[in-house]
């Protein structure tokens, strides 16, 4: 059986406050928290792919805790969502079986295309 690393204080803390700013980004933006979240993974030292599929399984929680907020608060209606729930969940699923025969290098590229569009759009309001 393989020792297990030993994780220093420091680096517990820089992960406390990783997934306390990702868990404010996803608050403000939806899942927007992934655009944070694959970055700093990779930083830490995860492959391309890991540190995507981690970030999802990151995000899918903090999303339901952000939609239940909403939800309770009266901000958006469930009914609002749910013409976009059954796609979605077949997108969801469809991209789990097609990421790992993505190359890492189209996978970045693809990444980096998609959050230049959705900066482009949030700050030409289009």
Known sequence: ?????????????????IGFLVGVINGFLGAGGGMLAV??????GLEQKQAHASAIA?????????AAVYLVGGKVS????LPYLPAGAIGAVAGMFI???????LLRKTFAAFMLWAGFRMVTNK
């Not at 970055?39 to 830490?44: A, F, N, T, V």
């Open 1 to 17: 059986m393989p020792m297990e690393e030993k994780k220093s204080p420091a680096k517990g803390l820089l992960s406390t406050g």
């Open 39 to 44: 970055p700093l993974l990779k930083s830490r």
């Open 58 to 66: 990151v995000i899918f929680p903090l999303t339901l805790v952000s």
């Open 78 to 81: 469930f009914g609002d969502a």
């Open 99 to 105: 990421l790992p025969h993505i190359p890492d290098k």
